[in-house]
């Protein structure tokens, strides 16, 4: 695993949109098509709000990029303000030029969930995977909503979400009550599956779920350890949640070797 840590969650953001602007960029050039995985949450949304800028101010453009979205909740309708629908919708589908049709999550409203996390991994698998995967993590160490227990052998399929999870996203709703008990998402195996991963982390009450990320057992306790088994994962933090990290010295001396090599 590649472990990057920065200073702020600004420059988490910026870091993660540079890779994502880069692969936009060189796909589009060779006219290759690109399947971007995208995340929830409030980490990811600096990233959005880069990519929205880049596209108003520098030419990035979405045009033959599709997206899979990790998970939604089970029983709020597409238009729900808390759905991710209507969040992708809100914090960047709306804001650039990806073409109609392009954006995918599960659907999870008034139709059968079963057949519902199937179609999502066949849609995948139709467009011969995810290049990029972006991941934001869990105070439980979760991905995507593989809560603790998830197989690491998991496909799409419907999860429900642990009590610290309902807690940690109840700061969206009016009440913890009005938090979904259940989600549709991807499975740790259908993450896995992805050409490149890139997790993204900020803040002290990221840490643990971190350090177990990273250095920990693997283990369905930590979902997140199981990216350990992915050959190109990349850990973005900033220094609050690197800071149970036991080997950051080690982590920061390879970006510097790399910085050195590259220049
Ligand atoms: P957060 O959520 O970005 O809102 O902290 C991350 C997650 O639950 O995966």
């Not at 420059?11 to 949109?17: D, T």
């Not at 629908?85 to 599960?106: I, Q, S």
């Not at 995507?144 to 799409?156: C, K, W």
């Amino acid at each position: 695993m590649r472990v990057v840590i920065l200073d702020n969650p600004q420059q988490v953001s910026l870091f993660a949109a540079d890779r994502v602007d880069r692969l936009v960029r060189e796909r589009l050039l060779v006219r290759q098509p690109l399947v971007l995985g995208l995340a929830t949450g409030g980490t990811p949304l600096g990233l959005y709000k880069l990519l929205a800028e880049r596209h108003r101010n520098d030419g990035l453009s979405f045009r033959g990029v599709e997206t899979f979205n990790l998970d939604e909740y089970v029983g709020l309708p597409p238009d729900h303000e808390q759905s991710y629908h209507f969040y992708m919708h809100d914090a960047l589908f709306r804001h650039v030029d990806f073409d109609t049709g392009a954006n995918h999550l599960p659907r999870t409203w008034q139709c059968d969930l079963s057949e519902s996390a199937k179609a999502y991994e066949r849609d995948i698998e139709q467009r011969g995977g995810i290049d990029l995967q972006i991941l934001g993590i869990g105070t439980d160490g979760h991905i995507g909503f593989n809560e603790v227990g998830s197989s690491l052998g998991s496909r799409t399929r419907l999860k429900t979400l642990t009590r610290r999870t309902r807690q940690d996203n109840a700061r969206y709703f009016a009440s913890i009550d009005e938090v979904p008990t259940m989600a549709l998402t991807m499975g740790i195996a259908t993450i896995l599956e992805s050409q490149s991963i890139v997790l993204m982390a900020t803040g002290a009450g990221k840490a643990r779920a971190v350090a177990g990320c990273v250095e920990g057992p693997i283990s369905a306790g930590m979902p997140a350890s199981a990216l350990q088994l992915h050959p190109d994962v990349t850990v973005i933090v900033d220094t609050d949640a690197a800071s149970e990290l036991l080997h950051v010295e080690y982590y920061s001396d390879s970006e510097r070797v790399r910085a050195s090599l590259i220049r």
